[in-house]
């Protein structure tokens, strides 16, 4: 069955480490996107990108970055310079194309802690 | 800009009790409008969308009407079960973000908690 990877589940890291979150769809998606969520402030859009070798900055990219080199892949990198990092994280995908009624598909997410 | 507002959680009901979790938008265009689903721990899944007014959207149970009139997408089930215990999320897609794709703007949230 098609869908999105997200790995790891549970990602622990000390201040000041850059750390490096999965993202591998096999539903030859073209759109990818990346979220946050915290509590009580439902999801926030990071960085997507619509096609390989090319990204846009969402509403919360500071602290942030992204590469496309690959259709199926989308990783996020949260540099020391995000001063909140500890989040849940969601990559999603969606097909290009289909307008506004295109749905997004979900990975179940990375939880990252950072102490 | 776009802005999705939901009804505040948590909300807590009884097995086979009715729901309703209200849910309102601003947009600037016409929006298709979408319900998700998060189970705990997981990522989000669509449960519901409905593409123009007057529209209903409906899965496992679940019901939402588009009313432009009132810009309301609200979700109601009439007889709710322990398994649908979840956080549900309302969102329009109306912002263009190029080759062919457009963003969502989603609601903060709202818990419902089903107890037997």
């Known amino acids: 069955d098609g869908g999105i990877t997200q790995s790891p589940k549970y990602l622990f890291r000390k201040e000041g480490q850059n750390v490096t979150l999965s993202c591998e769809q096999n539903?030859?998606?073209?759109?990818m996107y990346w979220y946050r969520q915290d509590p009580g402030q439902g999801l926030r859009l990071i960085y997507y990108s619509q096609i390989v070798n090319d990204f846009q900055k969402g509403d919360i990219a500071e602290g942030y970055s992204v590469s496309r080199e690959k259709k199926e892949s989308f990783p996020l990198t949260v540099t020391s310079a995000q001063k909140n990092p500890t989040a849940f994280y969601l990559c999603a995908s969606t097909r290009g194309g289909q307008g506004r009624n295109s749905p997004l598909h979900f990975g179940n997410g990375t939880r990252l802690t950072v102490t | 800009g776009n802005s999705v507002t939901q009804m505040e959680g948590p909300v807590t009901l009884s097995e086979e009790a009715f729901l309703t979790i209200n849910c309102t938008y601003t947009?600037?265009?016409?929006?298709?409008l979408f319900w998700y689903v998060q189970y705990p721990g997981e990522g989000l899944q669509l449960l519901l969308k409905?593409?123009?007014?007057?529209d209903k959207g409906s899965n496992k149970g679940f019901e939402a009407t588009y009313r432009k009139e009132t810009t309301s997408f609200h979700l109601e089930k009439g007889s709710v079960q322990v398994s649908d215990s979840a956080v549900y999320f309302c969102a329009l897609s109306d912002e263009y973000s190029g080759a062919g794709s457009y963003q969502l703007t989603f609601g903060k949230g709202t818990k419902l908690s089903v107890i037997p």
């Open positions: 947009a600037t265009g016409y929006p298709s």
């Open positions: 409905a593409t123009k007014a007057d």
């Open positions: 539903l030859n998606h073209d759109a």
